[in-house]
């Protein structure tokens, strides 16, 4: 079995277990990918996730995670509700969150699928990753043709939209790679025009510190002054560039199930997240990414919230 007849029964192994797209890129990222990373941390685009900078170089060498890596094979898995808000502002919860912890419906999927390579490729070693693991995720993604990285640096598939979650399998073997996909945000400034902190730049460029979805899930500390107002009314995430990007029109409903928003986090108010205790918090987020910032956190993100919305009732 050649190359090319490999990657497609593996990207017809990834369409089987659930992905909506797939694609593969060399596991040698361009230097371009490593300064570019390098420049965002020293600007202190990073804000307070230490992480990023103390795991950079990984990021840009797979075989930090597989010795021997040699091709990324790289799915893509949309989490789309089906329902647009009237206000891209309105909401508590980024959509992404209301549903069950991605991060444990895509390892399960992943383990299933290097089942499948490990078939198709006797021998071959792989490693799934998803979002937690030291890979840029969105560069290899782009570089295997599944789409490409906007002006918010959200993966943009082509006819789908951006509301998609990234993973894949580093493998030992090489593979022929796909093409890489075509930017075509053009012109439009969307999401740049629409972002309450300023943090997305013309230039591709997001500045982590400034970020809602940064501010309210991963800043160590509280949210305060200007910046704090500025997340309005969101409590763990923000979907604001999303929903304003045109591309998202195209997007489709997801068929994966417990990606889906539960009723009862979907229809949470500010006045209903202050009501909840830590025990109640607990049950409601259990399974969900929200569950793991905590009831402290989501309470102050809660009251941050509701002041915001009181103050914009007042003006």
């Known amino acids: 079995m050649n190359g090319e007849e490999a990657k ?30 390098l420049r965002w941390i020293e600007e202190g685009k990073h804000g307070t996730m230490g992480w990023m ?64 390579a490990e078939s198709i490729l006797p021998g071959v070693k792989g490693r799934p990753f998803v979002d937690s693991a030291p890979v840029l995720e969105r560069a290899y993604a782009e570089r295997a043709g599944i789409g490409w990285r906007g002006r918010n640096t959200n993966l943009i598939v082509p006819g789908a939209g951006s509301w998609f979650f990234l993973g894949g399998l580093v493998l030992d073997r090489e593979l022929p790679p796909d093409e890489p996909a075509e930017n075509r945000c053009g012109t439009c400034t969307a999401c740049v025009d629409a972002c309450p902190t300023g943090a997305i730049g013309t230039d591709y460029r997001v500045d982590g510190s400034r970020c809602i979805s940064y501010l309210t899930i991963e800043h160590a500390g509280a949210v305060s002054g200007e910046l704090g107002e500025r997340c309005g009314g969101w409590v ?80």
């Open 53 to 116: 900078a103390s795991r950079a170089e990984a990021r840009v060498d797979p075989s930090f995670l597989l010795p021997g890596a040699r091709s990324m094979l790289m799915v893509a898995l949309g989490y789309w509700p089906g329902n647009r808000p009237a206000d891209p502002a309105d909401g508590m919860i980024s959509i992404y969150a209301r549903g069950r912890d991605y991060h444990k419906v895509m390892r399960a999927m992943l383990r299933r699928l290097l089942a499948e």
């Open 236 to 315: 763990f995430g923000c979907d604001i560039c999303q929903t304003v990007c045109p591309w998202n029109r195209f997007a489709r409903k997801t068929d994966a199930k417990d990606l889906l928003p539960r009723p009862e986090i979907a229809a949470l108010d500010p006045g209903g997240a202050l009501r909840l205790d830590r025990a109640r918090f607990e049950r409601l987020f259990e399974g969900t990414a929200v569950r793991r910032a905590g009831w402290e956190r989501f309470r102050e993100g809660a009251l941050r919230a509701a002041r915001n919305r009181e103050r914009g009732s007042e003006s």
């Open 8 to 37: 497609e029964r593996l990207r017809k192994a990834a369409f089987r277990t659930g992905f909506h797209a797939a694609g593969v890129a060399p596991a040698a990222l361009p230097e371009v990918e490593r300064e570019r990373l």
